[in-house]
T-cell receptor, first 113, second 114 residues
Framework: DQQVKQNSPSLSVQEGRISILNCDYT??????FLWYKKYPAEGPTFLIS?????DKNEDGRFTVFLNKSAKHLSLHIVPSQPGDSAVYFC????????????FGKGTMLLVSP | DGGITQSPKYLFRKEGQNVTLSCEQN?????MYWYRQDPGQGLRLIYY???????QKGDIAEGYSVSREKKESFPLTVTSAQKNPTAFYLC?????????????FGPGTRLTVL
């Protein structure tokens, strides 16, 4: 049973436009959410996070929005650049007390020039 | 340079052999984690350790073993009991303290069992 779901396996966006990556979760005990970016054959790189006490967190071109009532979060990338092309993983923690992360299956973003 | 190192980058083993993957960090992080990634899948937790000499099973621990004798090191052994060992293995660490759920990853080891 997937507790963190990324329902779009892939997303294509033109350079300069907005990329919106979505993530849904089912476990109401999750209280901290993260986005990671991953290139093939490399380790994931931490991008941005948000605590459940907030509904928005911004860092440069990246903004994460959290809708607790809908158990939904999204990552906005504005403007998108070709170097943003990668797989993006949504992750959540808070359900175990040991700070383990539960990951979604990822969304592959392709930003074309 | 602080960071997490995993070696080797690529590893080949014959079926039935045990193999140990290395993970070292010099970030002074207390917690360390092992994940496995398969094509089209997210990262699945194998084992994790909050402190030295202590570790817990993750979601897919069967066929794997770990040790945590030093804070800096958290090696993972893939045993012959693991039915599908070919995968990309990722090690991560996390600093201690409240509000520090962010994990930082090493570059990964691609294990191929022939």
């Amino acid at each position: 049973d997937q507790q963190v779901k990324q329902n779009s396996p892939s997303l294509s966006v033109q350079e300069g436009r907005i990329s919106i990556l979505n993530c849904d979760y089912t476990n109401s005990m999750f209280d901290y959410f993260l986005w990671y970016k991953k290139y093939p054959a490399e380790g994931p790189t931490f991008l941005i996070s948000i605590s459940s006490i907030k509904d928005k967190n911004e860092d440069g071109r990246f903004t994460v929005f959290l809708n607790k009532s809908a158990k939904h979060l999204s990552l906005h990338i504005v403007p998108s650049q070709p170097g943003d092309s990668a797989v993006y993983f949504c992750a959540a923690s808070g359900n175990s007390g040991y700070s383990t992360l539960t990951f979604g299956k990822g969304t592959m973003l392709l930003v074309s020039p | 340079d602080g960071g997490i190192t995993q070696s080797p980058k690529y590893l080949f083993r014959k079926e039935g052999q045990n193999v140990t993957l290395s993970c070292e960090q010099n970030l002074n992080h207390d917690a360390m984690y092992w994940y496995r990634q398969d094509p089209g899948q997210g990262l699945r937790l194998i084992y994790y350790s909050q402190i030295v000499n202590d570790f817990q099973k993750g979601d897919i621990a069967e066929g794997y073993s770990v040790s945590r004798e030093k804070k800096e090191s958290f090696p993972l052994t893939v045993t012959s009991a693991q039915k599908n060992p070919t995968a990309f293995y990722l090690c991560a660490s996390r600093p201690s303290g409240v509000g520090t759920d962010t994990q930082y990853f090493g570059p990964g080891t691609r294990l191929t069992v022939l």
